[in-house]
């Protein structure tokens, strides 16, 4: 399997460093790389979406967390064993749901999961882009992993330890932080809105024409 690891490196830079070079050195696989800098994280997913067009997966890594060895390669056996995979995501926050064995591999399943993540192709040309109504920070993953779910995707940790988040920003008055401040003081009421409107038109897939790919017009089911 062929990924795309897109770094999320807005603004703040200070662990990008670290990140990369422990990241790259403990994934078990190798991996094409690709620096996103970019204001709004629904945007910078959709834009590294956009560069994963002849990838086989897209795998989003933030610039401020260090993940367990053999992450990738891990995260590959799960998508390769679950075809029906939406978000394979490594585990740093919230609670684990229970585990469950699928396609012969341990997951631990649920609607909505969190944190550095693989999206392999077929879901990205099905569910389509974050919902960028969430910018410039808030719900946009718990949106993506909702409509992938309604979709018949199945999105899951994989087995693994967890993921060590070192950018800790609560508090501080940096432009980063204020980006984020900015989005979570809209994101719950985004989310009533957006998730009212699946629910009653029935329709999950996001596509935005300002991205080359994935696109309407190319859209695949499960």
Known sequence: MRVLVALLDYSRHTF???????????????????????FGIARALNVAMEQAE???ALFTMSNDILMPDGWLAKAIESAEAIPETGCAALYTVQDLYAE??????????????????LYPRIALTSVGHFNQMFDPYGMQDSDWCHRAHAMGFTNY????????????????????????????QKCGEVWGKVISMYAHYKKYDVFYPEYKWPNFEGRTNL
Do not use: W
């Not at 070079?21 to 094409?32: L, P, Y």
């Not at 469950?100 to 993540?117: D, S, T």
């Open 54 to 56: 002849h990838y086989d």
């Open 157 to 184: 940790y994989i087995d693994a330890p967890r993921s060590e988040h070192i950018g800790h920003d609560v508090g501080q008055d940096s432009e980063y932080r204020r980006m984020k401040d900015a989005g979570l």
């Open 16 to 38: 990008t460093k670290q990140v990369v070079e422990h990241n790259s050195a403990n994934a078990g696989c190798g991996f094409d790389l690709a620096t996103i800098d970019e």
């Open 100 to 117: 469950k064995i699928i396609g012969g591999v341990k997951v631990y399943p649920g609607e909505i999961v969190f944190g550095n993540a």
